[in-house]
């Protein structure tokens, strides 16, 4: 699960944290019920264009599956990447 949280975290890049929080507003199961037909249909708004917000949901959703469902996974997760990425360190 760390691994698949890594590569998603590594290719989004900042918008990993918008869709954690998306992810957490809207909850697992929401997320990943989410077809690629809903999240086509979805439009932007003033701050934010159809395609980011789009790939806010899109990202949610893959997160929601590589922690399987389980939001502690997750906090656990942000928790380690907080503490010990030298990345965030700097």
Not at 34 to 48: C, F, P, Q, R, Y
């Amino acid at each position: 699960m760390r691994r698949e949280l890594d590569e998603i975290y590594y290719r989004t890049g900042w918008t990993f944290p918008a869709a954690v929080s998306y992810l957490l507003d809207i909850g697992f199961r929401t997320a990943t019920s989410l077809t690629d037909e809903d999240i086509a249909s979805v439009k932007g708004n003033a701050l934010m264009t159809d395609s980011f917000t789009q790939g806010i949901m899109t990202t949610a959703r893959e997160i929601a599956k590589a922690c399987k469902g389980d939001p502690v996974k997750l906090i656990q997760y942000c928790q380690l990447k907080e503490v010990f990425d030298p990345e965030l360190l700097d």
